[in-house]
């Protein structure tokens, strides 16, 4: 596999990408038949690169300053495991929240994701709990 298209870069790429705030570059490295797993309580999957898409919208719109930064990668074949810290304003208030996504590379774009991550943390810091 050529260097900057190894699994780990590929998966470094697409969390990197939710910096741009943009529906379009994030969408465009998953693979047209991406599966979106969500395990958080409050998460919601769901398929297809259209529909990630259309997903996407509402929630880069209700992360202001979206970034995630990368804390460790484990690559093992075409499977990337990252650990990460989320942070973003919502809704007025500061986010800092932890997370690990599971990551299947498959020619060059992510093809599926498994997203774990704190959602009463999230609820906390959002006064909602």
């Known amino acids: 596999?050529?260097?900057?298209?190894?699994?780990?870069?590929?998966?470094?790429r697409y969390i990197e990408s939710f910096?741009?705030?943009?529906?379009?570059?994030?969408?465009a490295n998953v693979t047209e038949d991406f599966v979106n797993n969500q395990s958080g309580?409050?998460?919601?999957?769901?398929?297809?690169?259209?529909?990630?898409?259309?997903?996407?919208?509402?929630?880069?719109?209700?992360?202001?300053?979206?970034?995630?930064e990368v804390k460790d990668v484990i690559e093992d074949g075409n499977k990337v495991a990252i650990t990460y810290q989320m942070r973003a304003n919502s809704d007025g208030h500061s986010i800092d929240i932890p997370g690990v996504m599971v990551i299947d590379v498959r020619d060059g774009l992510v093809a599926e994701r498994q997203d774990?991550?704190?959602?009463?943390?999230?609820?906390?810091?959002?006064?909602?709990?």
């Open 1 to 12: 596999m050529a260097e900057g298209n190894t699994p780990k870069d590929v998966a470094v």
């Open 19 to 27: 910096a741009s705030g943009d529906p379009e570059t994030v969408a």
């Open 41 to 68: 309580a409050l998460g919601k999957g769901c398929e297809t690169r259209a529909v990630y898409r259309e997903r996407l919208k509402g929630f880069l719109g209700a992360f202001e300053g979206l970034q995630y």
């Open 116 to 129: 774990y991550w704190d959602g009463l943390t999230f609820l906390q810091q959002t006064k909602q709990a």
